[in-house]
């Protein structure tokens, strides 16, 4: 991971007062100072200041069904953000972003070697969301035709995406499953095939459901939760 995630998720600092910390000749890496190009694999001693800070021994797991309206920055002076919309007993950090004007399931941890096998797009951890649109001038509403162009990959402009499930739910509400995380990557899909998504709901993060879950609150989750997703 790069060292300002390390050292935010020891719970120093933010991750933005991290750089500025690393930038400013204060963290070093086995004794040697760092910049914010270092990327560590957690063996290394790092100091802040002179002070040897370590990752947390138990890492703490929970999903949070995010409603419409709540970014997902860490930034206290705005009144949207996660931050000031979330009570946890300790500092834990979304892993990837759940589109303001999107809501459904947001895990959050302090487990950074998690949160890079999550982000990267090596691993292809699956993503479940329910999507509903509105067809856009003369289009008809989605069918089976629809879902299999979605399947096979769409133009979205800066690239094509990869090939996912689909499945229709209702009029013109359907489900999709990616292993893939470009920005805004579902609305823009659908734009791309002539429609706009008016309601889109994360509810599944490779094996971790959210089920029943009341919007605006979060869960720990179970053991065996945990073991989908680390292993």
């Not at 309206?69 to 892993?95: E, T």
């Amino acid at each position: 991971m790069r060292l300002s995630q390390y050292v935010s998720i020891a719970g120093a600092c933010s991750k933005r007062a991290a750089s500025r910390l690393i930038s400013a000749g204060k963290v070093c890496v086995n004794g040697v100072l760092a910049d914010n190009h270092t990327v560590i694999n957690g063996s290394e001693s790092i100091t802040l200041g002179g002070q040897l800070i370590t990752l947390p021994d138990h890492f703490s797991y929970v999903i949070y069904n995010k409603p419409v309206g709540i970014d997902c920055n860490y930034r206290s002076q705005d009144p949207a953000s996660l931050i000031n919309h979330l009570d946890l007993p300790k500092r834990l950090f979304p892993v990837g972003r759940l589109d303001k004007d999107s809501h459904g399931l947001l895990l959050l941890t302090d487990d950074g070697g998690l949160c890079h096998r999550l982000l990267s797009p090596e691993f292809h951890y699956r993503k479940t969301y329910h999507v509903s649109v509105r067809p856009h001038f003369n289009k008809p509403d989605i069918d089976v035709q629809f879902c299999r162009l979605m399947e096979q990959g769409v133009d979205i402009g800066q690239a094509v995406t990869l090939p996912c499930r689909v499945q229709l739910l209702g009029a013109n509400r359907f489900e999709i499953v990616l292993t893939q995380g470009l920005n805004r990557q579902i609305r823009k899909m659908s734009r791309a095939l002539g429609y706009h998504v008016i309601d889109l709901q994360r509810v599944e993060l490779s094996g971790c459901k959210l089920g029943e879950l009341p919007e605006g609150k979060w869960r720990s989750l179970s053991d065996k939760e945990v073991e989908l997703l680390v292993n």
